[in-house]
């Protein structure tokens, strides 16, 4: 049974950087079936696509994070992670990590708990 | 702002058919696939529909998803207490290069 699980700083300053680490357990990052992303949901407010990875090693970015925005993986851990540079407090959501249908990453079928990550001073 | 479109709110008493709609355009529903996901508060969010009218594992049929031009929707009948919950539609856009989704529709049941 695949599992995702988000772990990661809970509390970033503003200017610096926020790191979340996504562990899959009970499947494997390299499958081709599935690429693998991030989505984030501020409290309160709906669901914002952050960025995708494929198996190939290439990734999609949302447009409007992308100068900010680094997602990568660690294959040997079974985990992938992103790194969203200079945050402020408009940063502060949940965030998701996903397994994504590869033709599709607009469909998530799976998905992490997700994790809070309040940026403040 | 999002990319696509959806009522704030819906609500209907138990047994009734409800239906939510999702507008888009020709660069992302127009020429991709529609996913449903549905989310309780405090809980992560839960693949409902997906491919426009497939129903994910253990979603009931009276769930359903359909898709025509520009625009898709959700429909629930039967409708139970417990699907009182928060909708959102997805898809991918050609011109973004990357996935939209919609604002978000908050179900009540009466």
């Known amino acids: 049974q695949l599992q995702l699980h988000e772990s990661g700083p809970r509390l970033v300053k503003p200017s610096e950087t926020l790191s979340v680490t996504c562990t899959v357990s009970?499947?494997?990052?390299?499958?081709?079936?599935?690429?693998w992303g991030w989505i984030r949901q501020a409290p309160g407010k709906g669901l914002e696509w952050l960025g995708s990875l494929y198996y190939t090693g290439s990734r999609d970015y949302n447009p409007s994070l992308k100068s900010r925005l680094t997602i990568f993986e660690d294959t040997s851990k079974n985990e992938f992670s992103l790194k969203l540079t200079s945050v402020t407090a408009a940063d502060t959501a949940f965030y998701f990590c996903?397994?994504?249908?590869?033709?599709?990453?607009?469909?998530?079928?799976?998905w992490g708990p997700g994790i809070l990550v309040t940026v403040s001073p | 702002q999002s990319v696509l479109t959806q009522p704030p709110s819906a609500s209907g008493t138990p047994g009734q058919r409800v239906t939510i709609s999702c507008s888009g355009s020709?660069?992302?529903?127009?020429?991709?696939?529609v996913n449903w996901y549905q989310q309780f508060p405090g809980t992560a969010p839960k693949l409902l529909i997906y491919s426009n009218d497939q129903r994910a594992s253990g979603v009931p049929d009276r769930v359903s998803g359909s898709k025509s031009g520009t625009s898709a929707s959700l429909a629930i009948s039967g409708l139970q207490s417990e699907d009182e919950a928060n909708y959102y539609c997805a898809a991918w856009d050609d011109s973004l290069k990357g996935v939209v989704f919609g604002g978000g529709t908050k179900l009540t049941v009466l």
């Open positions: 020709s660069s992302n529903i127009g020429s991709n696939s």
């Open positions: 009970g499947g494997s990052l390299g499958s081709s079936s599935w690429c």
């Open positions: 996903v397994r994504q249908v590869y033709y599709d990453p607009s469909c998530s079928n799976m």
